[in-house]
């Protein structure tokens, strides 16, 4: 049997269309390895009725708010200047909907400005939340009761996630099928989407940066080396003589392409390395560490402790996929 997780997805008026089309991208093509979907979609929004783009034109959604009422997941698309970005107001029939999603155990997110309508509807009262840093100060002013963090990517609640602008709704949406389904499906999901498979989400929203020149972005292949090398003691001038650069300036490059140093890029990659390997693998702890290049178990385990917050074993235990067996 293949039941699929039912994602209710709400359009309101001033809709942004990345924000709508996001979860529906990504929880759509999240699938097993016999091609099966995992998610049911279901755009909806207050009646039934067509809502305007902030882009200037209509999407017609087939369903209305009662959708939200079996789903498992309720994701709050961002949007433009409306109601609840302007006065922090939202209409009652919306209100109702998240809050009784919300009461009887549903997961409720939002994507970017989507959680202006989440602290109207009083969800995120006294609990950690983000949106699109840019509606920071706003946020703040209308709704000073909800500990609101501009610089990470989405915060992860519970039972109530938040993400900032644009490209880290996927980051959540990703997030959250890799939570339900493990890495294997999550990572297909990206790849089939040609996205990055994995951000961490407390890494910081790329606030007025400057990009590097396009003759500065040369280490693209470097990091592919290193990738599949991740088992062996790579140091920093490994990774210099690689890129055919001296050590300072392979530094400042690699922060200018990746905004972290390449010694935190290694060691998220050997931990997003080994996370893969508890999944898919019945490999000994000890074995995964090697293989990660994380060393012993007890390196594996103190990395994984500080960067996740989880030991190997439990992680196992929560995310390990057991595949299905038919009955005869």
């Known amino acids: 049997m293949n039941e699929r997780h039912l994602v209710a997805i709400v359009a309101l008026e001033g809709v942004v269309p990345f924000d709508l089309g996001t979860p529906s991208q990504i929880f759509g093509t999240a699938r097993d390895d016999n091609g099966h979907r995992k998610y049911e979609i279901q755009v909806c929004s207050p009646g039934g009725r067509p809502v305007m783009t902030a882009a200037g034109y209509r999407v017609a959604p087939e369903h209305g708010l009662e959708a939200t009422e079996r789903a498992g997941t309720v994701v709050v698309s961002g949007i433009g200047s409306g109601s609840p970005v302007e006065t922090g107001s939202l209409d009652e029939e919306t209100r109702s909907a998240l809050r009784a999603a919300h009461a009887r155990g549903a997961r409720v997110m939002s994507v970017c400005t989507g959680a202006f309508v989440l602290a109207a509807a009083g969800l995120l009262d006294e609990r950690p939340a983000t949106t699109h840093w ?113 050590v300072r300036t392979f530094t400042r490059r690699f922060r200018e392409e990746t905004g972290v140093s390449p010694a935190r890029w290694l060691l998220q990659r050997r931990v997003d390395h080994a996370r893969a390997l508890l999944e898919s693998t019945d490999l000994p702890v000890e074995v995964v560490a090697r293989r990660a290049g994380l060393g012993t178990a007890a390196g594996l385990r103190q990395h994984m402790q500080s960067t996740i917050g989880v030991a190997p074993s439990a992680y196992r235990r929560t995310f390990r996929v057991v595949p299905e067996v038919s009955g005869g």
Not at 155 to 164: E, I, N, R
Not at 187 to 205: D, H, I
Not at 219 to 239: I, Y
Request: proline share 6%; charged share 25%.
């Open 134 to 246: 840019w509606w920071a100060e706003r946020f703040r002013e209308l709704f000073p009761q909800v500990k609101l963090d501009p610089d990470v990517l989405f915060v992860d609640d519970g039972d109530v996630l938040t993400s900032a602008g644009v490209g880290a709704g996927i980051d959540l949406c990703l997030h959250v099928v890799r939570t339900d389904f493990g890495s294997e499906v999550a990572n297909r999901a990206a790849r089939r989407s040609v996205v990055p498979p994995w951000r961490e989400g407390g890494q910081a929203q790329y606030i007025e940066r400057p990009l590097p020149r396009t003759a500065d972005v040369t280490l693209a292949g470097t990091r592919a080396w290193a990738q599949e090398r991740l088992d062996a003691p790579l140091s920093l001038q490994d990774l210099a003589e690689h890129a055919r650069m001296s």
